[in-house]
């Protein structure tokens, strides 16, 4: 593709019901088996708004690339392609992003709106549009009355996808959550409650002022956005399962027929490493191509890959054992700096009749693997990052890196949870490739 900094370099584009696009797939599977590649690295992205925005996250997480894999540091007779998975995805532009200067925002304000995330969430979610408007209305507005505040929430509600994805039962798999099919509290319990869990989840991490803290129920439209903010991620962490195992597993299958010494090497950030994660299960039988998994800043359940939960022994986790399925290692990337998957996404996780804290912050059981990464997997080692680009990282299995010395920027409510494109991660998926030495 012209303008991306490696080459050679594929696309690959799904829908939301994981078919790719036919000429995408077509030109991967015919050049790739033509050009003498040993190893593929595809990146999956997570919160987008834009085709262009995922380009350029591409073209500056592959940067690194070239200059790692030069200078006798690559792995005998390597040769390195490419390829980017775009699939529909949406970012609320009230999020500051490192190093896209559009995406810096002021760290507090009142909750709005803006034309940027409504158009989002028409064109990707997908949203009416005059359930937008009137989603707009009411946060421009914030009236101190409960019956607006239930109707906003009643309104965002309806936008979350109920259940295991049609798409994916209908073609003999299923997308369930990663702690089964239970439905998440935030779409069940009272609208008041939820608001003010949400508002106090914020103002922990300081995306809401201390002056609104006092009576009246204007600060629980700070809670209400945030509440309609993951109403929206609710529904992208399941697409994400669905395009992982009904689109991008079947096509490596058909990929590893064409190219069978193929090396694939899957990479994927927040809702896109549960893309990749998904593409194990939608793998088929016969294929083993994928050679390695890293995941950064993972927004799925960091019991996603065990064999057995410790609350639940009955069942395991939504990828169970599949791990096993990776040739070299799965490596989790995680930071301490990651507001988003630290602080609302166990809250947004939490299931009615959970008897956790207020902000629902109970790590032990609806922690984000790319918070503190995977857990109750037998022999998962846990590396600094110094340690894994030392030549710590196993040959396979699972493995935790810490990577909060270099995974640290970023605002409120996320914090670092976007600030992946560094040369150290680049070097982690090269390495957890044995591409390099």
């Known amino acids: 593709m012209a303008?991306?900094?490696?080459?050679?370099?594929?696309?690959?584009?799904?829908?939301?019901?994981?078919?790719?696009?036919?000429?995408?797939?077509?030109?991967?599977?015919?050049e790739a088996a033509g050009t003498g590649l040993t190893d593929l690295v595809v990146f999956a992205h997570g919160w987008n708004n834009e085709r262009s925005t995922a380009t350029r996250l591409y073209d500056r997480f592959f940067a690194p690339f070239p200059r790692l894999l030069g200078g006798g540091g690559a792995a005998d007779g390597a040769r390195?392609?490419?390829a980017g998975v775009f699939w529909p995805s949406m970012h609320f532009a009230d999020e500051p992003v490192?190093?896209?200067?559009e995406h810096r925002v002021a760290a507090v304000c009142p909750p709005a709106l803006d034309p940027a995330t409504r158009g989002a969430l028409i064109e990707v979610l997908p949203c009416e549009e005059a359930v937008a408007d009137r989603l707009a209305e009411l946060l421009a507005r914030r009236p101190e009355d409960r019956a607006s505040l239930d109707e906003f929430v009643a309104l965002a509600r309806g936008l979350a996808v109920p259940g295991p994805s049609g798409v994916a039962a209908a073609r003999g798999g299923r997308d369930a959550d990663d702690l089964g099919d239970a439905v998440p509290a935030m779409l069940t319990d009272d609208a008041r409650r939820v608001c003010e869990s949400f508002t106090a989840a914020l103002a922990s991490v300081g995306a809401v002022p201390p002056e609104l803290f006092g009576g009246g129920l204007k600060k629980l439209w700070h809670g209400a956005y945030e509440l309609l903010r993951q109403t929206?991620?609710?529904?992208?962490?399941?697409?994400?399962?669905?395009?992982?195992?009904?689109g991008l597993g079947p096509l490596l299958g058909e990929l590893a027929r064409s190219a069978p010494g193929l090396r694939v090497h899957l990479a994927g950030h927040s809702f896109g490493a549960r893309l990749v994660s998904f593409a194990l299960r939608g793998l088929p039988a016969e294929a083993a191509c994928v050679a390695s998994l890293t995941l950064l800043q993972g927004a799925f359940s960091h019991y996603a890959f065990a064999p057995r939960l410790p609350f639940a022994s009955d069942r395991g986790g939504a990828l169970g054992g599949l791990h096993r399925r990776v040739r070299g290692p799965v490596v989790c990337c995680h930071s301490r700096h990651d507001t988003a998957l630290g602080v609302l996404y166990p809250l947004a996780s939490r299931v009615s009749g959970d008897d956790g804290s207020l902000l629902g912050l109970d790590g032990a059981r609806w922690g984000a693997i790319g918070h503190g990464g995977i857990q109750a997997v037998g022999g998962c080692a846990r590396l600094s990052l110094r340690e894994a680009l030392g030549g710590g990282l196993p040959a396979d299995g699972c493995v935790n890196v810490d990577a909060s010395a270099v995974v640290s920027r970023g605002g409120p409510p996320s914090g670092a949870h976007s600030d992946i494109c560094h040369t150290e991660l680049a070097r982690v998926v090269l390495l957890a490739g044995r591409i390099v030495r």
């Not at 829908?15 to 015919?30: E, F, S, W």
Request: glycine share 12%; charged share 25%.
């Open 3 to 30: 303008g991306m900094c490696v080459e050679p370099y594929w696309e690959l584009t799904f829908d939301a019901a994981g078919d790719v696009r036919p000429g995408d797939r077509d030109a991967l599977i015919r």
């Open 98 to 101: 490192p190093d896209f200067p």
């Open 80 to 82: 390195v392609g490419y």
């Open 232 to 246: 929206s991620y609710y529904t992208m962490k399941r697409r994400a399962g669905t395009v992982g195992q009904v």
